[in-house]
T-cell receptor, first 110, second 115 residues
Framework: DAKTTQPPSMDCAEGRAANLPCNHS???????VYWYRQIHSQGPQYIIH???NNETNEMASLIITEDRKSSTLILPHATLRDTAVYYC???????????FGSGTQLTVLP | GAVVSQHPSRVICKSGTSVKIECRSL??????MFWYRQFPKQSLMLMAT?????????EQGVEKDKFLINHASLTLSTLTVTSAHPEDSSFYIC???????????FGQGTRLTVV
């Protein structure tokens, strides 16, 4: 059963911000929102996670709506190397296995 | 972030033979590691949970006698695909976490092709 809904694909111009949406309307109070990405033929790479506050690190920002039913991953200045499948996952932090949905294929265009 | 290393990155084997894939946590100890499988144009599917010093826990539909998992130390888990068939050709990926409430780190994956 899919816990998250993401658009299958998005394009973004190089140097512009990439905003990747994710719906998680059935999220529970103890579930975090995680974002990973997978560049072609590589293992997934952790990007960021959050519970209810907005989060920022060196890779991206995570904006979570007040009702926590959706979130947006922001790559502030997309580069060609950011082309990848981006996965939004909700998970109880103590549960260590991850359930991957179909993700969003982000293509950064020159 | 923490480093998880998989070996080999690519392997081609003949039908009926066995292949071993290693997953190592290089700079931390992992009591639990996870094995995923990914077919072309599909998402990752969890195969099994590898627990150090005990038997692995397999997901429904994954044959434990075909996919042997050994987690003999806190830094090494192995997945052996026994009697491989062409339909076992896939991208196998492991992950590990340093502590319970931290993010998972993934290996670079192993591309298995059975001919």
């Amino acid at each position: 059963d899919a816990k998250t809904t993401q658009p299958p694909s998005m394009d973004c111009a190089e140097g512009r911000a990439a905003n990747l949406p994710c719906n998680h309307s059935t999220i529970s109070g103890n579930e975090y929102v995680y974002w990973y990405r997978q560049i072609h033929s590589q293992g997934p790479q952790y990007i960021i996670h959050g519970l209810k506050n907005n989060e920022t690190n060196e890779m991206a920002s995570l904006i979570i709506t007040e009702d926590r039913k959706s979130s947006t991953l922001i790559l502030p200045h997309a580069t060609l190397r950011d082309t990848a499948v981006y996965y939004c996952i909700v998970n109880i932090i103590s549960a260590r296995q991850l359930t991957f949905g179909s993700g969003t294929q982000l293509t950064v265009l020159p | 972030g923490a480093v998880v290393s998989q070996h080999p990155s690519r392997v081609i084997c003949k039908s009926g033979t066995s292949v071993k894939i290693e997953c190592r946590s290089l700079d931390f100890q992992a009591t639990t590691m996870f094995w995923y499988r990914q077919f072309p144009k599909q998402s990752l599917m969890l195969m099994a949970t590898s627990n150090e010093g005990s038997k692995a826990t397999y997901e429904q539909g994954v044959e434990k006698d075909k996919f042997l998992i050994n987690h003999a130390s806190l830094t090494l888990s192995t997945l052996t695909v026994t009697s491989a068939h062409p339909e076992d050709s896939s991208f196998y990926i492991c992950s590990a976490q340093q502590e319970m409430n931290t993010e998972a780190f993934f290996g670079q994956g192993t591309r298995l092709t059975v001919v």
